[in-house]
Every structure is written in structure tokens, then in C-alpha cells.
Nanobody, 122 residues
Framework: QVQLEESGGGLVQAGDSLRLSCAASGRTYDNDVMGWFRQPPGKEREFAAAIRWSGGSTAYADSVAGRFTISMDNTKKMVYLQMNKLKPEDTAVYYC???????????????WGQGTQVTVSS
């Protein structure tokens, strides 16, 4: 089992920055990939970024590449999503997720946090 807890969401204006945090605990050694997904209002959950605990390789969705940065603190088992130049279309509930293999699909992740709301006003 892996427990995940997100924090850091809020209401910001377009162009602002925000950093999300995800605290992981439990069998993180069995789940090497940590992902951030987001679910805009009325839409399906979509991939945003992912990182591996081992090696730190990263991947991004085209919609966030160049604006968002995923990072980790392996000693603290924390994963972060730094979001810059936020746009109204970034408004969504953001979820942290864990998987034992890399995937850009939500179905590929076994564990999920409860989500944190990010709202970007124009």
C-alpha cells in the first residue's frame, strides 16, 4: 500500500506560479513512478507529468511542457509540481499518483491522493 497526500492548491491569477506537493508513504519502493494528473471540470483525468524515484527521469504532457516542472526529494519521499505561467485552462483538480511502471494513462496508476484544487482566473 502507498499513501499519497497532496497540498498546495489554491486560487491564482493567470501568469502566476504555484507549487503543489505530494507526500508519499508506505511501499514506495514497489512503486517507482510518481505522476501528476489533473481533471478539469467536466472532463476526464489527464496526464501532466511523471518522475521516477530511481534516477529522476521525467516526462511531461505537451500542454504543460516548458511551464511545469516535476521534482522530488527522495529522502523525504516528497514529489513537487512547480507550475509557472499558469493559464485559466490549467484549472483542475490535481492528483498525485503512484505506479510500478511508467504510463501516461490514469489506468496505469495503482494509488491516488485525494486531489487538490487549482483555480486560475483570467
Amino acid at each position: 500500500q502507498v499513501q499519497l497526500e497532496e497540498s498546495g492548491g489554491g486560487l491564482v491569477q493567470a501568469g502566476d506560479s504555484l507549487r503543489l506537493s505530494c507526500a508519499a508513504s508506505g511501499r514506495t519502493y514497489d512503486n517507482d513512478v510518481m505522476g501528476w494528473f489533473r481533471q478539469p471540470p467536466g472532463k476526464e483525468r489527464e496526464f501532466a507529468a511523471a518522475i521516477r524515484w530511481s534516477g529522476g527521469s521525467t516526462a511531461y504532457a505537451d500542454s504543460v511542457a516548458g511551464r511545469f516542472t516535476i521534482s522530488m526529494d527522495n529522502t523525504k519521499k516528497m514529489v513537487y509540481l512547480q507550475m509557472n505561467k499558469l493559464k485559466p485552462e490549467d484549472t483542475a483538480v490535481y492528483y498525485c499518483a503512484a505506479s510500478n511502471s511508467f504510463s501516461r494513462k490514469a489506468v496505469g496508476y495503482n494509488y491516488w491522493g485525494q486531489g487538490t484544487q487549482v483555480t486560475v482566473s483570467s
